[in-house]
């Protein structure tokens, strides 16, 4: 899936450094020695040099040094998106809420949930050191369980405030009863059920008379549920793959190839959580285990680079702000009967041809599918009212004007519980990238 949007940012850390300006020079040198050193070095410097390596992709004068430079922006926000972020426990007699609280002021996720039920929990005082850095999920689990929680997202954990729906931020909540889990790199997949069903059909109206039309479907279905670090935006991006899937006698249990079914393509909303479903054979007997399952989840990552363009309302039309890779133009805003402000404005790219699909018909009486990049727009946009609190724009629409230019519209949030017009937005650029999630599971009981 091609990266949307990964334009519109401002000056990053590195982009004046004097070393990381001579490391992408040496890009382009004849040695080959030279050229990897180099490289090696930037790709060390990883986030922080990020910026000025898109910059010399587009702007370099040595083409060696565009196409280097270029490959190592593709390695480094890969590794970014899917290496784990390391972080060290060093708390002494603090505060578990504190501790939780200094831990997302770094990692970008406060302390947010119903915490009445917590309350208490979170006034517990810790004392944990790490003589290593552990991966951020792992911390987060060993702080929780410090206080007998647990932490989730949004409207996929049960203790979710209603009002955070629309944002999926983390969530606090006791323990309850945990299922197993599988972590790799920046992603966690937990196996939330295991389910046998049986469905017998006849087919009454059929093109062809073949056969009876008698139909049997019979599965064990696993729903898993994937996350990831709280920066991160992510879509499944296409079925799972079993590659290992025995009993405890040694039967396995992956389904044997069958006729393509329709599938209707993924709409979620990019969130750190989704839900899929994995079909395994049914066994014969009831009862005993899955020995031993292993897969991949075919996946979509984004995450929005942490310095946005950011366009004050008022007396903003007409003008433009500009951005290290991009110009954002207001066109216009609207203030509409129930407080929803209507704005569209033009972005222009510097560099990179903006990768935003065109509207895609539709079949007669039915709705035209949403374009990919829809769904990254709504996170990309960031409204924000006079309080400071920040809602997600909302009914984005795009148009295409050419390869560095699109047409945005949006509107605030009509689920604003306070119904408070916003006094500026952000516009955040987005890196994205795909991989295959992989799980492994053991001695799971079978219904």
């Not at 990883?46 to 922006?73: N, P």
């Not at 897969?295 to 003008?319: D, F, H, N, W």
Request: aromatic letters at 6%; hydrophobic letters at 40%; one cysteine or more.
């Amino acid at each position: 899936m091609p990266t949307v949007l990964a334009v519109v940012c401002l000056g990053l850390m590195g982009v004046d450094d004097s070393e990381t300006s001579e490391l992408i020079h040496r890009l382009g040198s004849t040695q080959f020695a030279v050229r990897e050193a180099a490289a090696s070095a930037l790709e060390v410097k990883g986030r922080t040099a990020l910026q000025a390596l898109r910059m010399a992709g587009h702007e370099a004068d040595d083409a060696a040094v565009r196409t280097g430079a270029s490959k190592l922006v593709a390695k480094i926000e890969h590794d970014l998106l899917t290496k784990p972020t390391l972080v060290t426990l060093d708390v002494r007699d603090q505060v578990l809420g504190e501790a939780i609280k200094s831990l997302g002021d770094r990692n970008n996720f406060g302390l947010v949930g119903d915490l009445d039920e917590v309350r208490e929990k979170l006034l517990h005082k810790v004392t944990f050191h790490e003589e290593k850095p552990i991966p951020l999920l792992s911390a987060l689990d060993r702080l929780c369980a410090a206080g007998g929680m647990r932490f989730g997202y949004g409207v996929d954990t049960p203790f979710a405030p209603p009002r955070f729906w629309l944002s999926d931020p983390l969530s606090f909540a006791p323990a309850g009863v945990l299922g197993p889990v599988s972590d790799s790199g920046t992603f966690r997949v937990k196996l939330l059920s295991v389910g046998y069903s049986l469905q017998r059909t006849t087919n009454l109206d059929r093109e062809q008379d073949q056969g009876d039309g008698r139909l049997t479907d019979e599965r064990l279905t696993l729903w898993l549920q994937v996350i990831g670090e709280p920066r991160l935006m992510l879509k499944p991006n296409g079925e799972p793959t079993v590659v290992v899937a025995t009993d405890d006698q040694g039967e396995s249990l992956i389904r044997p190839p069958g006729p393509a079914e329709d599938r209707m393509p993924s709409t979620d909303n990019p969130d750190p959580i989704f839900n899929i479903q994995v079909s395994l054979k049914p066994r014969s007997r009831q009862g005993g285990t899955i020995k031993r399952l292993r897969g991949l989840i075919p996946v979509q990552i984004a995450e929005l680079r942490p310095e946005p363009i950011t366009v004050p309302i008022a007396g903003s039309l007409g003008k433009s702000f500009d951005g290290a890779e991009g110009t954002l133009t207001v066109k216009s805003i609207e203030l509409n009967p129930t407080k929803e402000q209507s704005i569209e404005v033009l972005l222009r790219s510097k560099f990179e041809e903006l990768d935003v699909e065109p509207v895609k018909p539709a079949a007669p009486g039915s709705i035209p599918p949403v374009p990919d990049s829809i769904p990254y727009l709504e996170r990309q946009i960031i409204l924000e009212d006079e309080k400071g609190q920040q809602f997600h724009g909302w009914g984005v629409g795009c148009k295409r004007l050419g390869p560095k230019e699109v047409v945005l519209s949006f509107v605030s949030n009509p689920f604003n519980e306070d119904k408070m017009p916003p006094v500026k937005f952000h516009f955040h650029g987005i890196m994205r990238t795909t991989a295959k999630i992989s799980l492994e599971f053991s001695d799971i009981p079978l219904p």
